[in-house]
């Protein structure tokens, strides 16, 4: 079975400081891993994805995330922080090698960036 | 470049009666996927279709649940006898044959009295 955890409820960063949400994933075998942000009253957009190759992937906005295959973690971070970023993150998980195409959601992290 | 689009995007019913929803995928998009989310969780999946076929189905689809896909183009997701537990938003996301990520719906609010 695929499970993520989200281990924080909420992270809360000044504009202009760094932001790290952190994800880590159990699966079977190899995964395939996404973020995707929700804003209030609006769907899940897709943010990025690690498929395969450089374990460092940038997405959309500015964040990037790193997988570690080791510590089975998928951290989402950007450099800087903007209050527009404030929004509900969430971290989900898909193995690879069974053929299966349910994403499965951790239960996600609310980032609360202050001015 | 339309996004997924669901309606309705809020249903209010009362418990014992039966609703469906609709979904219309991104056009070329020959996946489509259906999911449920309640406050304070992230989405959990309910079933997945390729073009017509139903591919996928979670534990979580009981039998007061179904989807069709009849023309491999929008789906529709149908719960009879709605109970209070069935109160969530549904999610539908769709995706390309080659691609990974999923593109996801605004969502239809249901709320059982």
């Known amino acids: 079975a695929q499970s993520v955890a989200q281990p924080e409820d909420q992270v809360n960063v000044a504009e202009g400081n760094p932001l790290t949400v952190k994800c880590t994933y159990s699966?079977?075998?190899?995964?395939?891993l996404f973020w995707y942000v929700q804003y209030p009253n609006r769907g899940l957009q897709f943010l990025l994805k690690?498929?395969?190759?450089?374990?460092l992937v940038k997405g959309s906005y500015g964040f990037e995330a790193e997988f570690n295959k080791s510590q089975t973690s998928f951290h989402l971070k950007k450099p800087s922080a903007l209050v527009s970023d404030s929004a509900l993150y969430f971290c989900?998980?898909?193995?690879?090698?069974?053929?299966?195409?349910?994403?499965?959601f951790g239960s996600g992290t609310r980032l609360q960036v202050q001015p | 470049d339309t996004g997924v689009s669901q309606d309705p995007r809020h249903k209010i019913t009362k418990r014992g009666q039966n609703v469906t929803f609709r979904c219309d995928p991104i056009?070329?998009?020959?996946?489509l996927y259906w999911y449920r989310q309640t406050l304070g969780q992230g989405p959990e999946f309910l079933t997945y279709?390729?073009?017509?076929?139903?591919?996928?189905k979670s534990r979580l689809l009981s039998d007061r649940f179904s989807a069709e896909r009849p023309k491999g183009s929008f789906s529709t997701l149908e719960i009879q006898r709605t109970e209070q537990g069935d109160s969530a938003m549904y999610l539908c996301?769709?995706?390309?044959?080659?691609?990974?990520?999923?593109?996801f719906g605004p969502g239809t609010r249901l709320t059982v009295t």
């Open positions: 996301a769709s995706s390309l044959r080659q691609g990974q990520e999923q593109y």
């Open positions: 699966v079977s075998g190899n995964p395939y």
């Open positions: 690690y498929i395969t190759g450089d374990n």
């Open positions: 989900a998980v898909r193995e690879v090698d069974t053929g299966r195409r349910a994403l499965t």
């Open positions: 056009s070329e998009h020959n996946r």
């Open positions: 279709f390729q073009n017509e076929a139903q591919l996928e």
